[in-house]
């Protein structure tokens, strides 16, 4: 089979892992929406990422439950597993959260680890293989987050010390080869220290 977008794909992936939650005594919740989103909280993180959220239908105008997959995710097995987590929570409601009956409704679909961050078991990947050739290709291509560089530092500050009053600055090396700054208490030239960098910002 062959769909036309990523929305349609996981909306019929919604349809083809509903028996799996009906066999577990929680059907999926009478109406979802399913798509391609960053969701709201971590959607970047480079730890704890979140890759799947449910937004309940309490929230929505019309009632329907909300589901996004985050555009990060480019492995169709772990993508169903996000979605089969996700119908978890439209199953159960929002209330729930991750406590013990999310845990007892994902372990009986086949998820297994952490409730927060739950994973594929080996029996639910060999039948999610099977669900992916009745869905055929996901017509999706992963996004990548494009960092930003940091600025490079172009700049150190030797601290410079009075040798009479103790008075400091801090000074760039380039305005040391000029000369050195003279306390404006004693008159003197600071003394300089070598090995004493600190980062600055620009010259100017």
Known sequence: MTHPTREAWLTAAVAALAPRLADAGKPVAARVRIAMGFPSVRPLAATRRSIGE??????????????????????PVE????????LCHAALGHKVGHRAPFKRLAAAVGLEGKA???????DLRGRLLVVLEELGPLPH???????????????RQLKCECPACGYL???????????APICPTDGVAL????????EGGDDA
Request: hydrophobic content about 45%; proline content about 3%; overall charge negative.
């Open 54 to 75: 449910c937004w309940a239908s309490e929230a929505s105008a019309d009632g329907t439950a909300e589901i996004l997959i985050s555009p990060l995710l480019i492995d």
């Open 79 to 86: 993508i169903l597993g996000v979605v089969l987590h996700e």
């Open 116 to 122: 927060t961050a739950t994973v594929v078991g080996a």
């Open 141 to 155: 291509a992963a996004l990548s987050p494009l960092m930003k560089e940091k600025k490079k530092q172009t700049t």
């Open 169 to 179: 600055a801090r000074v760039a090396r380039k305005w040391l080869d000029v000369g």
């Open 191 to 198: 003394v300089c220290a070598e090995g004493q960098e600190e």
